[in-house]
């Protein structure tokens, strides 16, 4: 079967991975309406090409936080990749840097860091963090990963507790026995004492103390964050102007608008819908990014025109390596990366920084 698009990549893991790990991977919150929002809001937004304008020559690069990226589509952090290939993130690493992006590799990793960073060095890496009650221990991570040469520290804000995800609770998800969560196996006596840290049924708030997630955290814990690191931080799960304004005033270099795949709270804004207020709001003092929802090419042009300096995709990226690991993945991006290229030279842009608002109306439908 030729895997044209994405949605080939979807049908592809769909049909071949366990029930049990395509559950987890596609799950949204209660009736996921969210997740399917994010998707949703893109098809309302209409483009308004220009005509005759010299598209011969295309640049696509664009930079995040100073670092030239050959396309403006990254990697979002997502758990667990050994669910959808035996190397798990080695080989999003090394898919992420044959590609020349950005791989941000989240805490639930299944290999550690270190692995990560041998299996593609010289890779455009940022790391994301949940900050977990052991403070010592998320200290750790952060210290690692500078070390490590990680060149970003994503904290995700949405995620106190875990949200409700039907079929992960029907199905009893957990970690198959021989796959761990790499990152956490020293860090918390937790892990090696309680048999349901490996699941993800974390959805009452008293499971905290299982996972070690920290519900206290607050704005004042960025500024503990810079006290560890001279890594930029960018916060991800932004979605309203007031919170904008605070990560602004916190200090952050960059805000990644998320709702987190609408595994969260449900029947919160599309991702695409609040990067208009995000971005207002900011006006240009740091960098937005935006991820949920993408799944084209023009997916992602309509983002930047709407003030998003990159993409992130999550599921798309499980779905590349269910389908052939490292080289299924590379195959995502590089239809991302030409699906752009397409769009923005029908729209008539030559480059990155020809894409502007003009570019996008909000359809009357």
Same mark, same amino acid.
């Given at each position: 079967m030729a895997m044209v698009c994405l949605s080939d990549f979807e049908a592809y893991?769909?049909?071949?991975?366990?029930?049990?790990?395509?559950?987890?991977?596609?799950?949204?919150? *209660?009736?996921?309406?969210t997740r399917d929002e994010n998707i949703l809001a893109y098809k309302r937004i209409r483009f308004r090409p220009r005509m005759l304008r010299d598209v011969s020559v295309m640049d696509i690069r664009t930079k995040i936080l100073g670092s030239e990226i050959s396309f403006p589509v990254g990697i979002a952090p997502t758990g667990f990749h050994q669910l959808a290939w035996p190397d798990g993130e080695k080989s999003t690493a090394r898919a992420a840097r044959a590609m020349n992006t950005c791989y941000i590799a989240s805490t639930y990793s299944t290999c550690t860091l270190e692995e990560i960073s041998a299996a593609a060095p010289g890779g455009l890496r940022w790391f994301q963090l949940y900050i977990h009650r052991n403070r010592a221990?998320?200290?750790?991570?952060?210290? !690692?990963?500078?070390? @490590?040469?990680?060149?970003?520290? /994503?904290?995700?804000? *949405? @995620?106190?507790?875990?949200g409700k995800r039907r079929d992960d609770i029907r199905n009893g998800f957990r970690l198959p026995p021989h796959m761990k969560v790499k990152n956490l196996e020293r860090a918390f006596e937790v892990c090696k004492m309680s048999p349901s840290f490996h699941s993800l049924s974390w959805h009452v708030p008293h499971e905290a103390k299982t996972t070690g997630l920290d519900p206290s955290v607050t704005w004042n814990d960025i500024y503990w964050l810079r006290?560890?690191?001279?890594?930029?931080? #960018? #916060?991800?799960? #932004? @979605?309203? !102007?007031?919170?904008?304004? @605070?990560?602004? !005033?916190?200090? /952050?270099?960059?805000?990644?608008?998320?709702?987190?795949?609408? !595994?969260?709270l449900d029947e919160g804004p599309a991702t695409i819908d609040a990067l208009v207020e995000v971005v207002e709001a900011v006006r240009g003092r740091v960098e937005v990014y935006v991820d949920g929802g993408i799944r084209k090419g023009s997916d992602v042009l309509k983002a930047l025109a709407?003030?998003?300096?990159?993409?992130?995709?999550?599921?798309p990226a499980l779905w590349g390596l269910a389908y052939k690991g490292e080289e299924g993945l590379q195959d995502v991006l590089k239809i991302l990366q030409d699906e752009f290229r397409l769009s923005m030279a029908l729209a008539g842009c030559a480059s990155v920084s020809e894409i502007g608002q003009h570019l996008v109306q909000f359809s009357k439908l």
């Open positions: 893991a769909k049909k071949y991975l366990p029930k049990i790990a395509w559950d987890y991977f596609a799950a949204g919150a *209660d009736d996921c309406t221990a998320s200290q750790q991570l952060v210290q !690692r990963a500078e070390a @490590l040469g990680f060149q970003g520290l /994503v904290l995700t804000a *949405d @995620l106190p507790y875990t006290s560890l690191t001279c890594l930029p931080i #960018i #916060i991800k799960g #932004i @979605l309203t !102007r007031e919170d904008a304004e @605070l990560a602004v !005033r916190h200090g /952050v270099q960059g805000i990644i608008v998320s709702n987190h795949g609408g !595994r969260q709407l003030g998003a300096k990159c993409v992130f995709i999550g599921r």
